[in-house]
T-cell receptor, first 112, second 115 residues
């Protein structure tokens, strides 16, 4: 069974601060995806990383895939209240029909 | 919006009852996956349907079953409801490509409460 551990589970910071969310596994994934979920809605895809060591940037968000494709991180620079939400990482394996294995999520609150 | 719709939005049932949840996939998508998200947790994979057949299943008992129709829409059926079945049920659609599937797009979910 593949598992993804996310840390921290909760994060409450002030506007303007930086933060990093981690997603770790002992398993290798074909790709890893990061989602953001608002209350009462489904997860919305932020980014997919595929290559070990890959770094992708989305405005103030930086995503990194570990060299061994077992772990990933999400770094947010100068967080804003609009960044508040549940951040989920999910690993996919092409051998398993791209079934997604989700981490437990990081609930981020950015206070103005 | 992802183009994936789910119905109903909310549902309240009692223990032992049966429930059917529905999902319409995004245009051009032929694969549908269902996930269960308990409060405060990440989604858990239930099963996936491709070309009207189950194409992978997570660690869920047989009382969780599904269907996919020729128009690629899907249903999730849960029999003999238990209190722990209370959760947000998410449907995700995608298209099969060589070597796997493309990005999955999630619907807004159905919030099921079992009393």
């Amino acid at each position: 069974t593949q598992l993804l551990e996310q840390s921290p589970q909760f994060l409450s910071i002030q506007e303007g601060e930086n933060l990093t969310v981690y997603c770790n596994s002992s398993s290798v994934f074909s790709s890893l995806q990061w989602y953001r979920q608002e209350p009462g809605e489904g997860p919305v895809l932020l980014v997919t990383v595929v290559t070990g060591g890959e770094v992708k940037k989305l405005k103030r968000l930086t995503f990194q895939f570990g060299d061994a494709r077992k772990d990933s991180s999400l770094h947010i620079t100068a967080a804003q209240p609009g960044d508040t939400g549940l951040y989920l990482c999910a690993g996919a394996n092409n051998n398993a029909g791209n079934m997604l294995t989700f981490g437990g999520g990081t609930r981020l609150m950015v206070k103005p | 919006e992802t183009g994936v719709t789910q119905s109903p939005t909310h549902l309240i049932k009692t223990r032992g009852q049966q429930v059917t949840l529905r999902c319409s996939s995004q245009s051009g998508h032929n694969t549908v996956s269902w996930y269960q998200q308990a409060l405060g947790q990440g989604p858990q994979f239930i099963f996936q349907y491709y070309r009207e057949e189950e194409n992978g299943r997570g660690n869920f008992p047989p009382r969780f079953s599904g269907l996919q129709f020729p128009n690629y829409s899907s249903e999730l059926n849960v029999n003999a409801l238990e209190l722990d079945d209370s959760a947000l049920y998410l449907c995700a659609s995608t298209r099969a490509i060589a070597g796997g599937t493309d990005t999955q797009y999630f619907g807004p979910g159905t919030r099921l409460t079992v009393l």
